[in-house]
């Protein structure tokens, strides 16, 4: 539902994942400039309470194991990658161990190894985006912990302390829990109490407005970080989310070429590929993403980009490639939440709607999130069996208790308000959000966001110029392309309808649960 580099679901609406290390022999540098071969990635006590780790998300919990998680079998193209790669897994267990004691040196010295982020899943943005590991990709509760234990007996180390507000943001986005923000704030500025200015809390605050949706805030505090330290590989990576969430390309594709030069490795390759992607360029992306799976050294880093790679094949209707990668994901972590959202995705696309249902339910058990939700609401519709329509609207309304809870922790939640509004809400209030979140940023999410809530409104001429601005760049999204034939037939222009419609099939059929039929349906009416 957001974009990829930020939306804990990046929906996916943009999701990520696919990948095969790839390494490439030939880069072009143009302005921007393509990655290298890749080098190894770098790797006051009343303020913040150190001495409990915050309780789990409240919405939508569901039995499971005695550590809260939901029981699932590993499907035939997982246990497959966890065969083959048992013996790969086992030299890299010599790493891993280095990796422990690595923290724990950190834990002393004051400073730690926050890893590559994980994303956007438009959200998102894809966000966006949910990133790797932060602590050095071992657990995040336990690494949590044993910084509060540290904390109480060393609490002036600012370090720490910026690495646990740091982790709290990780831990937000990974559990769907936004109460967990308040609670980074206070650790960041403790930090910044005790060693003002010091890069590493900076790119903390860069990372929590960012994960608010505070894409303004987000890259100055990325500015002030680099200012100090320039190769900061957070405060590098927090710059180009926030260019691309702004909407200013062009500086984005600009920002990634300084960060590959500086701190070459997966955060970068990866928000490297997506900028290419924005633009067009899939055939760029899916390269940079196979060489950022080829240097990925710990499970986190290849869970995170084997889903990205996994969601753009499934984006350009690979759904087999989308599978395959899901499968690589989720055999390197898995309770990796992308790839379990994102395989039952390529699951629905590819006929298996019981397999879909059942993966989805498991995700939204665990992490009620926006994106999983409607798109198990979508799927509870389309099946249509007994009781769906009431199943589907319970999901539809834990949404809105998740955007509740969101605003109330300082998450700007516009974007994710108008995008399910629209379709399954209050249309009044989905344009009215869609709205608000255009006057702060220009991107082809918000576009597409705003062209929809416009055309459920019944003002589809104010809604043309906005879709097709979304699909201006060359980003190939088939919801985009949908929702711009549909609007391009009610505005009587029916040749360029038909070939959106066509376009937004072509490229992937099976692109929503209900979009995909109801694109089908118009562009036969059509005929």
């Known amino acids: 539902m957001s974009p990829r580099t930020n939306d804990p679901h990046r929906d996916d609406r943009h999701g990520d994942a696919d990948g095969a290390g790839e390494r490439r022999t030939d880069p072009q540098r143009e302005g921007s400039g393509e990655p290298d071969a890749p080098r190894a990635p770098a790797g006051a006590r009343d303020a913040v309470p150190v001495d409990a780790v915050p309780a789990e998300a409240a919405p ?22 966890r065969r083959v790669a048992a013996a790969g897994r086992r030299r890299h267990s010599a790493r891993l161990g280095l990796c422990a004691a690595l923290l724990a040196v950190a834990m002393t010295g004051g400073a730690i190894a926050l890893g590559a982020d994980r994303e956007p899943a438009p959200v998102p943005a894809a966000s966006s985006a949910v990133d790797p590991a932060v602590l050095g990709g071992g657990n995040l509760d336990a690494g949590i912990a044993a910084l509060q234990a540290h904390l109480r007996s060393q609490p002036r180390d600012s370090g720490s302390w910026a690495t646990l507000g740091l982790a709290y943001v990780e831990q937000a986005r990974t559990k769907g829990d936004p109460s967990r923000y308040p609670q980074a704030e206070k650790a960041l500025g403790r930090s910044l109490s005790l060693a003002p200015d010091n890069d590493q809390a900076l790119a ?21 970080a680099l200012r100090q330290n320039p190769y900061s590989e957070r405060a590098l990576s927090s710059r180009i989310d926030a260019l691309v969430e702004l909407g200013r390309y062009a500086e984005a594709a600009k920002a990634a070429g300084t960060a590959d030069s500086r701190k070459p490795g997966v955060p970068v390759f990866t928000r490297y590929a997506y900028v290419r992607e924005l633009r067009g360029d899939v055939t760029t992306a899916r390269r940079v993403l196979r060489q950022a799976l080829s240097a990925a050294t710990s499970p986190g880093d290849t869970a995170y980009v084997a889903a990205q790679l996994g969601q753009l094949a499934f984006s350009q209707g690979d759904h087999k490639a989308a599978l ?30 019981a397999a879909a249902i059942k993966g989805l339910e498991t995700v939204v058990a665990r992490y009620p999130l926006p994106g999983p939700l409607v798109e198990l609401g979508e799927l509870y519709e389309a099946r249509g069996a007994a009781g769906d329509r009431a199943r589907a609207g319970r999901q539809y309304a834990l949404v809105d208790a998740w955007i509740a809870l969101a605003r109330a922790n300082g998450v700007n939640a516009d974007l994710d308000t108008a995008l399910a509004a629209a379709d399954h809400g209050d249309r009044s209030a989905a344009l009215r959000a869609a ?16 062209a929809w809530a416009l055309h459920v409104n019944g003002r589809d001429a104010e809604a043309l110029p906005y879709a097709r601005r979304a699909t201006a760049t060359g980003y190939r999204n088939a919801s985009f392309l949908y929702h711009r034939g549909v609007i391009e037939l009610a505005t009587g222009h029916r040749a360029a309808g038909r070939a959106s419609l066509a376009s937004a099939l072509k490229l992937n059929p099976g692109f929503s649960p209900l979009g995909a039929a109801r694109a089908r349906k118009a562009l036969e009416g059509t005929k």
């Not at 919990?61 to 990658?81: C, I, K, L, M, N």
């Not at 499968?327 to 696309?349: N, S, T, V």
């Not at 709205?435 to 918000?446: K, L």
């Open 324 to 353: 395959t990668y899901y499968a690589r994901a989720l055999a390197a972590d898995d309770g990796y939440l992308p790839a379990l959202e994102g395989r039952a995705r390529a699951q629905a696309a590819s006929g298996d709607r």
């Open 60 to 81: 939508g919990t569901a039995a499971g194991d005695p550590d809260g998680h939901a029981a699932s079998e590993p499907d035939e193209r997982v246990a497959a990658v």
């Open 435 to 450: 709205r608000a979140e255009w006057s702060r940023r220009h991107t082809v999410h918000t576009a597409d966001a705003l």
């Open 204 to 224: 903390g605050r860069a990372a929590l407005a960012a994960a608010r949706h505070d894409f303004k805030d987000a890259l100055a505090f990325a500015d002030r």
